[in-house]
């Protein structure tokens, strides 16, 4: 990274940079930190930590992620210095045929329920990298599920916004709608279903809910309110581990998890950076977003034409990151004027949650865990506590497409966890937002290591995501061609890209766009910094 960069003309949060020296953890609520700073103090790894604060995330960000969802995982080993990526994301039910939804996939309800992988991966993290035993790194969740825990300020606002969609199923509504009533900030939630699950888990590991008398209610529950969900389904849960994605920049090593993760999209826009002269702009400047915006709609392109499953044969080109194709991709951005994107059709939004953790051996984990929308499909598989993905909107319909619906294959994930590696340097980073994810992670990156900027500063700068048609998640797709901006962002930007031909719309002025934690190992003084984001619950615990 290069000498700090002074920005005082961008508001900040007031938060501060957050220093240890054993161990860091930050997530997207203050008491899923503290189940991983738990772990990390009984001894546990990084990765016994990863668990406990997907569990307890599970439990006071259930709208974001949890045991009906999936999660892309990436592992930085200190001992050999290796990156391992771990993908915990299940495939279409067997009988979700193409033909079957002629009518297009529900975006909500049982119909919209891909097989949900989180636990298998939480099964990988414990055992391949973990010191504990499960049992302990999920007690911290248990409890807070058995005891209840404060309602936020944004979780009220959120389960507010989807009570409609939380009352058409009773088991939801019993759970998230006590007595017929949408919780206020400070109440406490309590998830006694939920927390039977999670022992039971802990208890017979997570193969229990994949076979056995748990799994038989919870596709008992989803078959008979008419979705795909059946035991045969479920068994097809799996994690794999998988070698990462890799791209220099700038002196890092960029790790990403592959296909069917499209993080490999990040690489694509940073290289296509590396070929541009971006110490002659400022930061936050018109300049700079706009080739990055420029570089995102070129990545995104070869996103929509090559990213699938590799299983079912889709395999990304060998020449996706050659540096000469990516100096080439670089010379057809024009500095003065925006490329149109292709008009199709697109999208919507996306909830999901991320967080880093490193321990005092050196080791560190991220994760990208999602249900997809706020609070998924909205369905509570009967009496299992789990609330259910809505993963099976991202299929594609029309034959032929990479990301084209058939059952067993795993639709493409826009999870992206990202690490980085230089020397004896390790950082972890994350953020939910859907497509922007690899936009937010582009933007911090950027401003971190091109301008030296400090990570919470960095976590904290003004924001952008684009949107293109053609170029999204969610299928059908209905997006127009838009910037949108956090209102913090200096008018002269603004006023850029504007010039620039970029249709640009102003958010508030944290608009929120995403909310991205970090860990950072530095160097030979292994000294360690926690950045959370100020957009939502998100705190940072470092000692």
Known sequence: MTAVTNLSFAEQAGRPILMGRRWAVSSGHPLASWAGAQILQRGGTAADAAVAVAAALNVVEPHM????????????????????????????????????????IPERGPLSVSVPAAARAWEVLAQRWGRLSLAESLAPAIELAHEGFPVSHNLAVSLRAHADLLARYPSSARIFLPEGNVPQPGQLLRQAELARTLETIARNGPTALYEGELAERLSRAVVEAGGFLTLESLALAEAEVVAPLSLPYHGWLVWAPPPNSSAHTLLEMLGILEHLPLDSWRPLSAELLHVMIEAKKLAFSDREQFTGDPRFGYVLPKDLLDPERLRALAHTIDPHRTHPAPQRREQTGSQTTSFSVVDPYGNMTVVTASINMAFGSGFVAGDTGILLNNRMTYWHLEAGHPNHLQPGKRVRQTLSPILLTRDRSVLGIGTPGGDAQVQILLHVLVHLINYGVELQPAVELPRWQHHAPGQESNWPHGSVDLVQVEGRLPNSTIEGLQARGHRVQRLPPWGPIGSCQAVYRIGKSSVLQAAADPRSDAYAIAW
């Open 65 to 104: 992620s949890g045991l009906g969802g999936d999660l892309f995982a990436l592992v930085y080993q200190a001992d050999t210095h290796t990156v391992w990526a771990v993908n915990g994301t299940g495939p279409a039910p067997l009988e979700a045929i193409p033909e079957r939804f002629r009518g297009g």
